[in-house]
Every structure is written in C-alpha cells, then in structure tokens.
C-alpha cells in the first residue's frame, strides 16, 4: 500500500490550464478504472472531483477533467480561478477492498 | 441532504484507546460501504479502513491492520472506529466518509474529527 507519486505542487495564472499527475502501478492505477480526485480546502471536507478515472458528479464545472494512460491518471483544470486553488489528492483502488492516496498536490493560482 | 458527523476525538496517551463514531443522515445508509480516511498533521490523505454495507465484511491499511476495528449499527445509521494501542504517528483528522454504489470512490465526507496520541 505505497501511496500514488503525485507532484507536490503546481501553478498557473488565471485562464489558463494546469495538469496534475498521479503515478501508481499495476496493482493500483493501471489495473482497474477506478482512479477519483478530491479537492481539499484548509478547514473544510474533502471534496470529490472526479470519479472512475473520467467522470464528473454533478456540480463540478467542466473545467476539471480526469485520464488514464497506462499505471499513470491525471487530473486537468482549464480556465483556472481563484477558487481552484486547493490541494488535490488522487485515490485509487487497490484490489481486496482497500485504497490508495496519492501524497497530494498543491495548486496555486498565481 | 447527504450528512456524515463524526465524534469521539481527543487527546490519548500512547498505548491507549479511544472510539470514533459517524452519524449519517440524508441516504439509505444500510445500503452503502462505509470508509475512514486520515490526514496527519501536514501530511496527505490516507485510507484507513472499510465495512460493507451489511457489516459482513471489513478491510484495512496495512498501518492500522490489528490495532483498529471499523464496525456499523444500520439501525442507528451509524459506523465506528475503535481504535487501540495507538501510537503518536495514529496522529491525524479522521474523516468517515460514505461509499460509492459501484466502484471505488468517495462521495461525500464529514468534517473531521481530531485524534492527538501524545504523552
């Protein structure tokens, strides 16, 4: 149960676009479909981003889109805003019920 | 409105005990698996623990596997954390955080309670 390798941390200016990656194995990321991003605020509950690798639950804007290629997921942020800044922590599934996080990744908005 | 409200933090000597509880309202409660995540104190999230929606089955991080026991009451739409032997570095904010209906995801969390294992 080695955590996910992610950035520590990643920038950009408002409008424009950011990717954040999230490194595993075959036994995590690369074997199953089930990759999810959390947004986290200082204070406030974890909120999810992306599910199954690709997919928004409703309420999240477009803007925030996941992939998967091989033992590597990602998480992109177009058109960046104020509130996007936050720390971003992947998860995986990891096989037997259990889970893996990522080390988290923090974002500022320059 | 889905809710989850954890109690039972505070501060425990090392070797010592403590029970965190989560209150879940807004869902069907008996028909999700339910999780708890920690984040240590400027550290990363971490997966802690996991119990199927009928109890039945029960799974751990390697880190807690022995010392921990995760538990629920689908009456009371409730689940727990026993936590035991605790060590400084059990150190951390726990989350209870409700399951997904299919695959592997977290959809909705509480706000936290805080766990100190100092001397």
């Known amino acids: 149960q080695s955590a996910l390798t992610q950035p520590r941390s990643v920038s950009g200016s408002p409008g424009q676009s950011v990717t954040i990656s999230c490194t595993g194995t075959s036994s995590d990321v690369g074997g199953y479909n089930y990759v999810s991003w959390y947004q986290c605020h200082p204070g406030r509950a974890p909120k999810l981003m992306i599910y199954d690798v690709s997919r928004r639950p409703s309420g999240v804007p477009d803007r925030f889109t996941g992939s998967k290629s091989g033992n590597t997921a990602s998480l992109t942020i177009s058109g960046l805003r104020a509130e996007d800044e936050a720390d971003y922590y992947c998860c995986s599934y990891a096989g037997s019920s259990t889970g893996v996080f990522g080390g988290g990744t923090k974002l500022t908005v320059l | 409105q889905v809710q989850l409200l954890e109690s039972g933090g505070g501060v425990v000597q090392p070797g010592g005990s403590l029970t965190l509880s989560c209150a879940a309202s807004g869902f069907n409660f008996k028909n999700y698996g339910m999780h708890w995540v920690r984040q240590a104190p400027g550290k990363g999230l971490e997966w802690v623990a996991f119990v199927f929606y009928d109890g039945t089955h029960k799974y751990y991080a390697d880190s807690v596997k022995g010392r921990f026991t995760i538990s629920r009451d689908n009456f009371r739409d409730a689940h727990y954390l026993q936590m035991s032997s605790l060590r400084p570095e059990d150190t951390a904010i726990y989350y209870c955080?409700?399951?997904?209906?299919?695959?592997?995801?977290?959809?909705?969390w509480g706000q936290g309670t805080l766990v100190t294992v100092s001397s």
């Open positions: 955080a409700k399951g997904s209906d299919s695959g592997w995801y977290f959809d909705c």
